[in-house]
């Protein structure tokens, strides 16, 4: 299981002391494999860009019209998180439901 977050998000810590099994990967500092993005924009698609986050905020109306591939590829910090892969499958979010998918209390 690999969680992609931010180290220093606060639900990130939530479901990193919930899974603490699960590989840790910063999406600042390591980004998100390509192959890893483009399965969570096929299952989640806009859902995936945090547009409440303050980078999202610092963005122009121009950059805020790119496709949400090329929003996460030049701003890895706009994904929503954390993003939870467990073999094939991916859980988006640390909220009540994610948490039943993954079978965490």
């Keep these: 299981m690999i969680l992609y977050g ?4 606060d639900t990130c810590r ?6 603490p099994d699960a590989q840790f990967v910063d999406v600042r500092d390591d980004g998100v494999p390509a192959a890893v993005l483009a399965d969570a924009l096929a299952q989640f ?4 860009v945090n547009t409440r986050s303050t980078t999202w905020r610092s963005l122009d ?7 949400p591939a090329q929003l996460l590829a030049d701003h ?6 954390p ?3 467990d ?9 009540k439901a994610a948490q039943s998918a993954l079978g965490v209390a």
Aim: charged share 30%; glycine share 8%; aromatic share 2%.
């Design 6 to 9: 931010l180290k220093t998000c």
């Design 14 to 19: 939530k479901a990193r002391r919930a899974l």
């Design 45 to 48: 698609g806009q859902a995936l």
């Design 61 to 67: 109306e121009a950059e805020r019209t790119l496709s």
């Design 76 to 81: 890895p910090t706009l994904m929503k998180r």
């Design 83 to 85: 993003l939870v892969v």
């Design 87 to 95: 073999g094939d499958r991916m859980v988006l979010g640390w909220d």
